[in-house]
């Protein structure tokens, strides 16, 4: 059928999946990392996998699916892949999957240079120096848009003042402005505390773009800055934040990661708009949030041919993920991209 060799995973495609009575365990780390792994037997149920567009692509039974797969890459993405993953196990997949949060840069050098991983996760496209260097070792990367992330805004709930930004302030709070006066006037002189995700991020590459023009240099030279690859930490010390009204001593935090990330830590953030427009499922849909951007898995043919396991997973990904991304806290991609995803799988299969 296609040079996939994907044997009775794609061979035997049925319209329900026979599945049950999984025993699962998911450990995490520190450092971002989480392998999954699971162990499933058949008990007579019958289930379906969830389709998003119930066109082209075959329907996978993961409970056929066999062999390990390797993912890294984008902190933004990691808790989609992960919620993926855990419903192909629960649907019947028995191997491992391990998915591991290092950023989309850092990513990108595991999928290009060390060609370790199996699927890169992104919060950006790649570019055209990882493109080379992917095809140096023999990969031509192909780019599967998955979904939508709104950019989050927030600073503590401590914070009186900030309900409101505009592109051009969001820009002081993270370059010249040594405080809240600096970016407004009318704010009081609280000193800016800012978190920001590091340098191998996409997000971090994205919000340079968008924001700074794409010159990261203000940023990294901004006073009270603290980077981290890990979107948990800088939820933490923006929730943390000290700003005292009536005390401009404090100082008066202000961070930026994926909406997924604000979505699960509401309680302890306030989100802030931009340009007048709050980060939501609508603004997102009809185009008026400024800080909304595409999430992306990537991987290569001749890796999804020799390991028809990556292929049955990307291929049940692109099925599932509008079942699950609201869940998780991001939005579904355009019918159109995620088509042509679909379109991208069936080109490098042979369908």
Known sequence: MNRLKLGASLAALALVITACGSDSETTTTAG????????TTAAGETTTTGSTTGEDLPLIDPFEVTGDIVTAGS??????????????????YGDQITIDSVGTGAGF??????????????????????????????RTPIEFRVGTDALAIVVSPNNYFVEDLSLEQLALAYSTASTWADVDPSFPAHPIGRFSPGTDSGTFDYFVEAVLEDDPEPLLAASNLQLSEDDNVLVQGVEGDSCT????????????FGFAYYSENAAG??????????????????????????????????????KPQVASFIAYYLEVVNDVIGDVGYFPAPQADLQSAIDAWLAATDM
């Open 32 to 39: 971002g990392t989480t392998t999954t792994a699971a162990t």
């Open 245 to 256: 009204e009536g005390d401009v001593s404090t100082s008066c935090a202000i961070g930026y």
């Open 75 to 92: 902190s933004t993405v990691f808790p989609l892949t992960e919620a993926v993953a855990a419903q192909f196990e629960d649907d019947g």
């Open 269 to 306: 953030l306030t989100l802030v708009a931009v340009d007048g427009v709050e980060a939501s499922g609508d603004n997102v849909g009809n185009g008026t949030y400024p800080l909304a951007r595409p999430l992306f898995i990537y991987s290569d043919a001749s890796i999804m041919a020799e």
């Open 109 to 138: 050098e595991r999928f290009c240079e060390a060609g370790e991983t199996d699927i890169s996760n992104a919060s950006r496209p790649i570019d055209e120096e990882e493109i080379a260097l992917c095809e140096a070792i023999g």
